[in-house]
């Protein structure tokens, strides 16, 4: 498709909310993207380093014993215990994955790609890269009787952290295998679950046996290493399911040299089979989050949704745009909620990647 036709990069429209935040004497406080500051743990860059001398190019699908790690982390921390190695793939990043998904199943002009009303940009581009139709919507029952030939869920979601339930997350399954579309479950932030409730270690996955019955036909899932592992940097991430599918993707990403470098496949490998840095990360997290969410209560802000993730989903009933220059005179840069859909108009995200003294530097100018 023409590039003409893709949307403004939508941070592009926060230069004067910026410049504002920067002038602060405090200096700025970024909180508008989810960017880890915190180092990449010890035993991931060891495995890098480990890995460097690296000649020959690596293989699309993944070494075996990588796809084996990857299965036992589904069935270990998402209660998905019948991943096939064979159904599993990694790729450079999910963003990537979620931009050309479409592209590499084949959809294009007439085809149909659903996504949430609130939602990340990203799933919209794929979409258009393709030439289908972007079809952002609250609920199954808007698509009518002519569904999507993909359609995408985001739990943990981004921007608003809510979290779908296995019964909902089931009936999606089954409303969609009912009529041949496929479903792409966006769980990049499922590790950080803050709800003090939660049924399980992770929030649930598509894969998650309560939740498609024992069969992954017709489902794929994204997982990113890049939130729980502060790993965003080696654009380390995978996706697991249908092996039908996997295998249609791995051909197509074959002849488009689209693969993850040896030395990254080496770090996902020891990622996915340690769970200790993981909990580290969650707690560091948990600090920020605890401090950030009460001074902004304190501020008269309310917080929906919110129960995982790395964002505060936030608002004070006025417009997004009001809210971010409300925020920028206090040297706080955040994201309008129209980033992600017309029903974000009147929330802003604010993100928990920063530093702690970052963070509690916010904290403490909301309280000024």
Same mark, same amino acid.
């Given at each position: 498709?023409?590039?003409?036709?893709?949307?403004?990069?939508? $941070?592009?429209?926060?230069?004067?909310?910026?410049?504002?935040?920067?002038?602060?004497?405090?200096?700025?406080?970024?909180?508008?993207?989810?960017?880890?500051?915190?180092?990449?743990?010890?035993?991931?860059?060891?495995?890098?380093?480990?890995?460097? #001398?690296?000649?020959?190019?690596?293989?699309?699908?993944?070494?075996?014993?990588?796809?084996?790690? /990857?299965?036992?982390?589904?069935?270990?921390?998402?209660?998905?215990?019948?991943? #096939?190695?064979?159904?599993?793939?990694?790729?450079?990043?999910?963003?990537?994955?979620?931009?050309?998904?479409?592209?590499?199943?084949?959809?294009?002009?007439?085809?149909?790609?659903?996504?949430?009303?609130?939602?990340?940009?990203?799933?919209?581009?794929?979409?258009?890269?393709?030439?289908?139709?972007?079809?952002?919507?609250?609920?199954?029952?808007?698509?009518?009787?002519?569904?999507?030939?993909?359609?995408?869920?985001?739990?943990?979601?981004?921007?608003?952290?809510?979290?779908?339930?296995?019964?909902?997350?089931?009936?999606?399954?089954? $409303?969609?295998?009912?009529?041949?579309?496929?479903?792409?479950?966006?769980?990049?932030?499922?590790?950080?679950?803050?709800?003090?409730?939660?049924?399980?270690? +992770?929030?649930?996955?598509?894969?998650?046996?309560?939740?498609?019955?024992?069969?992954?036909? %017709?489902?794929?899932?994204?997982?990113?290493?890049?939130?729980?592992?502060?790993?965003?940097?080696?654009?380390?991430?995978?996706?697991?399911?249908?092996?039908?599918?996997?295998?249609?993707?791995?051909?197509?990403?074959?002849?488009?040299?689209?693969?993850?470098?040896?030395?990254?496949?080496?770090?996902?490998?020891?990622?996915?089979?340690? #769970?200790?840095?993981?909990?580290?990360?969650?707690?560091?997290?948990?600090?920020?989050?605890?401090?950030?969410?009460?001074?902004?209560?304190?501020?008269? $802000?309310? /917080?929906?949704?919110?129960?995982?993730?790395?964002?505060?989903?936030?608002?004070?009933?006025?417009?997004?745009?009001?809210?971010? #220059?409300?925020?920028?005179?206090?040297?706080?840069?955040?994201?309008? %909620?129209? !980033?992600?859909?017309?029903?974000?108009?009147?929330?802003?995200?604010?993100?928990? +990647?920063?530093?702690?003294?970052?963070?509690?530097?916010?904290?403490?100018? !909301?309280?000024?």
């Amino acid at each position: 498709m023409p590039v003409a036709d893709l949307p403004d990069f939508p $941070w592009d429209t926060l230069a004067a909310a910026k410049a504002t935040a920067t002038a602060h004497p405090g200096g700025i406080i970024d909180l508008s993207v989810g960017t880890p500051v915190d180092p990449t743990p010890r035993i991931l860059q060891d495995a890098l380093a480990a890995a460097s #001398d690296a000649p020959g190019y690596p293989q699309v699908w993944g070494t075996p014993d990588l796809r084996e790690a /990857i299965a036992g982390w589904f069935a270990r921390r998402r209660n998905a215990t019948g991943v #096939d190695p064979d159904g599993v793939l990694p790729v450079v990043g999910s963003k990537e994955f979620v931009a050309w998904l479409p592209t590499l199943l084949g959809l294009g002009p007439g085809d149909t790609v659903g996504f949430p009303e609130l939602a990340y940009p990203t799933y919209d581009v794929g979409a258009r890269l393709a030439g289908a139709r972007p079809v952002p919507a609250a609920s199954l029952v808007q698509f009518g009787p002519k569904a999507p030939k993909l359609l995408w869920v985001n739990s943990p979601g981004n921007p608003h952290g809510q979290v779908l339930p296995v019964d909902h997350l089931a009936k999606v399954v089954s $409303w969609a295998r009912a009529r041949g579309v496929i479903v792409a479950s966006d769980e990049c932030y499922a590790e950080l679950d803050w709800r003090r409730d939660a049924d399980g270690v +992770t929030t649930p996955s598509i894969l998650d046996d309560r939740v498609c019955g024992g069969s992954h036909e %017709g489902l794929l899932a994204v997982y990113s290493l890049s939130k729980q592992s502060n790993l965003a940097g080696y654009r380390a991430a995978f996706v697991a399911g249908d092996t039908a599918l996997i295998q249609r993707l791995v051909q197509v990403r074959k002849h488009a040299g689209m693969i993850v470098p040896w030395p990254v496949q080496r770090v996902v490998l020891a990622a996915v089979q340690d #769970d200790a840095h993981v909990a580290i990360q969650k707690k560091i997290y948990a600090a920020r989050r605890d401090e950030l969410k009460s001074a902004l209560i304190a501020a008269n $802000w309310q /917080i929906d949704h919110s129960d995982a993730g790395l964002y505060l989903w936030a608002t004070q009933g006025n417009p997004c745009r009001e809210s971010v #220059d409300e925020l920028a005179a206090l040297g706080i840069l955040a994201a309008p %909620g129209d !980033f992600y859909g017309a029903a974000g108009a009147r929330h802003v995200r604010i993100a928990l +990647t920063a530093t702690d003294e970052r963070i509690f530097a916010a904290a403490k100018r !909301f309280k000024s």
